[in-house]
C-alpha cells in the first residue's frame, strides 16, 4: 500500500529554514555546564548601500557555546534560493558580537533582502528579514540632513550626507529662521564628487543671533536631477550672564536680630550667593555672610540670612550679592532698625494727624472728629486729631507706597519734594502719624526686571522695598506712633482677576508679615472691612465707582477710632485689627 504524510505548514516552513542556513551544527551534545540556548540573531540595517553592493550587518550573541554564523540575501523577500555568504567563527562568548559582510554583484535599482544567521549544537537561529535599495545610475542624489554640531551663541556647524550616484554632484546648505525654508539663505556650494556612496559634507554658519531657532537642509544636485533633504533645526545658545541679585525686604526683625533676603538668578551657571551688611548707607566697610551655593538654574532662587548680635533701635543696610563666571551682580541696598524695647503711651494730650485723599474724606465725614471727641467726653482724654490732604498741589495726587517712600525716605531734614512736608517735619507738630493710600493702589502690575525701591511702577517687588524702607524709616522715631491702613480696594468691574489677587497677596503680607508686634508702626486693616473677605469693594460699600459710599464711612468711622485709641493707650499689639 502507498502511504500518504500530511506535513503542519510552520513546520514545514522551519524544516525549510534550517535547510537554507546550512542545518543546526554538528548535532553534537552541548559541553558541560555550557548554555542549552541556541545563539541570539538579530539583523541590522545595512550601510554603505552603492549601485552594485552593500555591507550587510548584524548582532550575535553565541550564548556561551562556539558558534558560526553567516548571512543569507537574494532577491526573494522571503529569501527562497537565497545566496549563503562564507561562514564566520565567532567564538563562545555570551555577549553581543557585531558581524558584517560585504555583498557585491548587485543589480543597480534594485531592493535586495538579507538576515543573519547563527547555529551552534544548541541550535540554529535566524534573524529577522531586512532590505535595502541599491542606487541607480543617472538618478538624482541622494541626501540626508544631519543634526548641527558645535553650536555657541552665534554660530553653529550643520552637516549633510550625499551619494552622488555615479555622477558629478555639487552640494549646499540652505538655512534660515523659518521653519519651511520658504526664505532661505544658502552656503558657499561643495563637490561631493561623482561616486556611489555617501559622503560626508558640512558648513559653518557665522554671525547668527544668540536664543535663536534655525532650520537648515543639506541640498545636491548632478546631471540628472536636485535633492534636498529633510529639514533639521537648532538654537543657538544665550550668551553667558553674570546673576540677577535682587534684594528683598528685612523680616523676623528683633531687637538685636533680623533675617535679610534676596532672590538669585543664576543665569545658567554656577552661582554662590551672600549679603553684604552693615551700619553705613552705601555699605562701606559692610561685612560680607558666608556663601551659598545656589546652583546653575535659570530662575529666582530666594536667599537669606539671619543676622545676630545686633544694637537695639538701630538702623542696618544690607544688599544680596551673586556671582558667577561671567560676573558678580549686587541688588540694590535695603534697610531695617531694629526694634526697641517696646513704647510708652504718650499722655492724656495726643496730637493726630491723618492724611489722606478722596477715599479717606469719605471716612473723615462718617463721623472720625465726632466718635473721637465722644471718646474723649468720657474718658477725661485730651486726644486732638487733625486732617490733611498729603500730597497735594503742586505734587501728583498720588498716595502710594513709592510717594510716601519719595517723601519721607528719600526727603529727609530740610529737603522736600514739591513743598511736602517731610516726615521730620510732621513728627515735630505731631505725636500720631496716620495714613492711607487711595484705590489706584489696588492696581498692582506684574512684577518685570529687577525690583527698585525708587521706582514709581506699582509692583510686588517694588511695594515690598518701599514698605521695608518706610518701616525702618518710621522706627527711627521711637516716640511717635504711626498706623498706615491696609489699600483701598477696587470693585470687580474696575480691575481684573490677577490684579486683585496680587493687591491682597500685599494686603496680606502687610498685615501677617511687615506689622510687627513690639515697635511703634501698626495697621488698621480698611481692605477687610471693604472687601468682607471677597477679592473687591463689594457692591454694598461702593459708590457709583471705587470709592466707598457715605453709609460705609458711616459704620467704619467709630471702627477706626476705636483702633487709634488702642495704639495711642498701648493696646496697638493686642487690641482688634479693625477696630471691630
Same mark, same amino acid.
Given at each position: 500500500?502507498?502511504?500518504?504524510?500530511?506535513?503542519?505548514?510552520?513546520?514545514?516552513?522551519?524544516?525549510?529554514?534550517?535547510?537554507?542556513?546550512?542545518?543546526?551544527?554538528?548535532? +553534537?551534545?552541548?559541553?558541560?555546564?555550557?548554555?542549552?540556548?541556541?545563539?541570539?540573531?538579530?539583523?541590522?540595517?545595512?550601510?554603505?548601500?552603492?549601485?552594485?553592493?552593500?555591507?550587510?550587518?548584524?548582532?550575535?550573541?553565541?550564548?556561551?557555546?562556539?558558534?558560526?554564523?553567516?548571512?543569507?540575501?537574494?532577491?526573494?523577500?522571503?529569501?527562497?534560493?537565497?545566496?549563503?555568504?562564507?561562514?564566520?567563527?565567532?567564538?563562545?562568548?555570551?555577549?553581543?558580537?557585531?558581524?558584517?559582510?560585504?555583498?557585491?554583484?548587485?543589480?543597480?535599482?534594485?531592493?535586495?533582502?538579507?538576515?543573519?544567521?547563527?547555529?551552534?549544537?544548541?541550535?540554529?537561529?535566524?534573524?529577522? #528579514?531586512?532590505?535595502?535599495?541599491?542606487?541607480?545610475?543617472?538618478?538624482?542624489?541622494?541626501?540626508?540632513?544631519?543634526? +548641527?554640531?558645535?553650536?555657541?551663541?552665534?554660530?553653529?556647524? #550643520?552637516?549633510?550626507?550625499?551619494?552622488?550616484?555615479?555622477?558629478?554632484?555639487?552640494?549646499?546648505?540652505?538655512?534660515?529662521?523659518?521653519?519651511?525654508?520658504?526664505?532661505?539663505?544658502?552656503?558657499?556650494?561643495?563637490?561631493?564628487?561623482?561616486?556611489?556612496?555617501?559622503?560626508?559634507?558640512?558648513?559653518?554658519?557665522?554671525?547668527?543671533?544668540?536664543?535663536?531657532?534655525?532650520?537648515?537642509?543639506?541640498?545636491?544636485?548632478?546631471?540628472?536631477?536636485?535633492?534636498?533633504?529633510?529639514?533639521?533645526?537648532?538654537?543657538?545658545?544665550?550668551?553667558?550672564?553674570?546673576?540677577?541679585?535682587?534684594?528683598?525686604?528685612?523680616?523676623?526683625? *528683633?531687637?538685636?536680630?533680623?533675617?535679610?533676603?534676596?532672590?538669585?538668578?543664576?543665569?545658567?551657571?554656577?552661582?554662590?550667593?551672600?549679603?553684604?551688611?552693615?551700619?553705613?548707607?552705601?555699605?562701606?566697610?559692610?561685612?560680607?555672610?558666608?556663601?551659598?551655593?545656589?546652583?546653575?538654574?535659570?530662575?529666582?532662587?530666594?536667599?537669606?540670612?539671619?543676622?545676630?548680635?545686633?544694637?537695639?533701635?538701630?538702623?542696618?543696610?544690607?544688599?544680596?550679592?551673586?556671582?558667577?563666571?561671567?560676573?558678580?551682580?549686587?541688588?540694590?541696598?535695603?534697610?531695617?532698625?531694629?526694634?526697641?524695647?517696646?513704647?510708652?503711651?504718650?499722655?492724656?494730650?495726643?496730637?493726630?494727624?491723618?492724611?489722606?485723599?478722596?477715599?479717606?474724606?469719605? #471716612?473723615?465725614?462718617?463721623?472720625?472728629?465726632?466718635?473721637?471727641?465722644?471718646?474723649?467726653?468720657?474718658?477725661?482724654?485730651?486726644?486732638?486729631?487733625?486732617?490733611?490732604?498729603?500730597?497735594?498741589?503742586?505734587?501728583?495726587?498720588?498716595?502710594?507706597?513709592?510717594?510716601?517712600?519719595?517723601?519721607?525716605?528719600?526727603?529727609?531734614?530740610?529737603?522736600?519734594?514739591?513743598?511736602?512736608?517731610?516726615?521730620?517735619?510732621?513728627?515735630?507738630?505731631?505725636?500720631?502719624?496716620?495714613?492711607?493710600?487711595?484705590?489706584?493702589?489696588?492696581?498692582?502690575?506684574?512684577?518685570? *526686571?529687577?525690583?527698585?525701591?525708587?521706582?514709581?511702577?506699582?509692583?510686588?517687588?517694588?511695594?515690598?522695598?518701599?514698605?521695608?524702607?518706610?518701616?525702618?524709616?518710621?522706627?527711627?522715631?521711637?516716640?511717635?506712633?504711626?498706623?498706615?491702613?491696609?489699600?483701598? +480696594?477696587?470693585?470687580?468691574?474696575?480691575?481684573?482677576?490677577?490684579?486683585?489677587?496680587?493687591?491682597?497677596?500685599?494686603?496680606?503680607?502687610?498685615?501677617?508679615?511687615?506689622?510687627?508686634?513690639?515697635?511703634?508702626?501698626?495697621?488698621?486693616?480698611?481692605?477687610?472691612?471693604?472687601?468682607?473677605?471677597?477679592?473687591?469693594?463689594?457692591?454694598?460699600?461702593?459708590?457709583?465707582?471705587?470709592?466707598?459710599?457715605?453709609?460705609?464711612?458711616?459704620?467704619?468711622?467709630?471702627?477706626?477710632?476705636?483702633?487709634?485709641?488702642?495704639?495711642?493707650?498701648?493696646?496697638?499689639?493686642?487690641?482688634? #485689627?479693625?477696630?471691630?
Amino acid at each position: 500500500m502507498k502511504k500518504s504524510y500530511c506535513l503542519v505548514p510552520s513546520l514545514l516552513l522551519l524544516c525549510l529554514a534550517l535547510a537554507a542556513c546550512g542545518g543546526g551544527g554538528s548535532g +553534537a551534545p552541548p559541553p558541560p555546564g555550557a548554555s542549552s540556548l541556541p545563539p541570539t540573531a538579530t539583523t541590522q540595517a545595512a550601510i554603505s548601500v552603492t549601485t552594485s553592493g552593500a555591507v550587510l550587518n548584524g548582532s550575535v550573541n553565541p550564548n556561551g557555546m562556539a558558534t558560526d554564523v553567516w548571512f543569507e540575501y537574494g532577491l526573494n523577500p522571503l529569501l527562497v534560493g537565497a545566496t549563503q555568504s562564507p561562514r564566520q567563527t565567532i567564538g563562545s562568548g555570551v555577549a553581543a558580537v557585531s558581524v558584517n559582510y560585504t555583498a557585491s554583484g548587485f543589480t543597480t535599482g534594485t531592493t535586495y533582502y538579507f538576515r543573519v544567521c547563527a547555529s551552534s549544537t544548541a541550535g540554529t537561529s535566524l534573524g529577522t #528579514i531586512l532590505n535595502c535599495t541599491t542606487g541607480s545610475p543617472g538618478s538624482a542624489p541622494t541626501v540626508t540632513t544631519i543634526a +548641527a554640531s558645535g553650536i555657541g551663541t552665534d554660530n553653529a556647524r #550643520i552637516s549633510g550626507s550625499v551619494n552622488p550616484n555615479g555622477q558629478a554632484a555639487n552640494a549646499w546648505f540652505e538655512w534660515g529662521t523659518s521653519g519651511t525654508l520658504t526664505n532661505y539663505f544658502p552656503t558657499s556650494t561643495q563637490s561631493a564628487g561623482s561616486g556611489s556612496s555617501a559622503v560626508i559634507l558640512n558648513a559653518t554658519l557665522t554671525g547668527l543671533s544668540s536664543g535663536t531657532p534655525y532650520y537648515y537642509r543639506v541640498a545636491a544636485t548632478n546631471g540628472t536631477g536636485t535633492s534636498r533633504g529633510s529639514i533639521l533645526s537648532f538654537t543657538t545658545s544665550l550668551p553667558s550672564l553674570p546673576p540677577i541679585a535682587t534684594t528683598l525686604g528685612a523680616t523676623n526683625i *528683633g531687637v538685636d536680630n533680623a533675617t535679610v533676603n534676596g532672590h538669585v538668578n543664576p543665569n545658567g551657571l554656577a552661582t554662590t550667593a551672600y549679603f553684604e551688611w552693615g551700619l553705613d548707607n552705601q555699605l562701606v566697610g559692610a561685612t560680607a555672610t558666608s556663601g551659598q551655593s545656589i546652583g546653575s538654574g535659570n530662575s529666582n532662587v530666594a536667599v537669606n540670612v539671619a543676622l545676630t548680635g545686633l544694637t537695639d533701635n538701630t538702623t542696618y543696610y544690607y544688599r544680596v550679592v551673586g556671582t558667577n563666571s561671567a560676573g558678580t551682580s549686587r541688588g540694590i541696598i535695603g534697610s531695617f532698625t531694629t526694634k526697641v524695647n517696646g513704647v510708652p503711651p504718650p499722655g492724656n494730650t495726643v496730637r493726630i494727624i491723618f492724611l489722606h485723599h478722596s477715599t479717606g474724606g469719605v #471716612i473723615w465725614d462718617g463721623g472720625i472728629p465726632q466718635a473721637l471727641a465722644s471718646y474723649n467726653a468720657s474718658h477725661a482724654t485730651q486726644y486732638s486729631i487733625t486732617n490733611q490732604t498729603y500730597p497735594d498741589a503742586p505734587y501728583p495726587w498720588e498716595n502710594y507706597p513709592y510717594d510716601y517712600w519719595n517723601l519721607w525716605v528719600a526727603h529727609t531734614g530740610a529737603s522736600m519734594d514739591q513743598n511736602q512736608a517731610n516726615l521730620d517735619m510732621l513728627t515735630r507738630d505731631y505725636d500720631v502719624v496716620v495714613f492711607k493710600h487711595c484705590f489706584p493702589v489696588s492696581a498692582i502690575d506684574p512684577d518685570v *526686571g529687577p525690583a527698585s525701591v525708587s521706582s514709581s511702577t506699582k509692583s510686588l517687588q517694588n511695594y515690598y522695598l518701599q514698605y521695608g524702607a518706610l518701616k525702618a524709616r518710621l522706627r527711627g522715631f521711637p516716640n511717635k506712633r504711626f498706623i498706615v491702613w491696609t489699600g483701598a +480696594a477696587l470693585r470687580i468691574e474696575d480691575t481684573t482677576l490677577e490684579n486683585a489677587t496680587r493687591a491682597k497677596t500685599f494686603f496680606d503680607w502687610v498685615r501677617n508679615t511687615w506689622d510687627e508686634k513690639g515697635d511703634n508702626v501698626f495697621v488698621w486693616d480698611f481692605y477687610a472691612l471693604e472687601t468682607e473677605g471677597t477679592l473687591y469693594l463689594t457692591p454694598a460699600n461702593a459708590d457709583t465707582d471705587s470709592h466707598p459710599n457715605k453709609a460705609f464711612g458711616q459704620r467704619v468711622a467709630p471702627l477706626f477710632v476705636n483702633r487709634l485709641v488702642d495704639v495711642i493707650e498701648g493696646r496697638g499689639d493686642t487690641g482688634s #485689627i479693625t477696630g471691630n
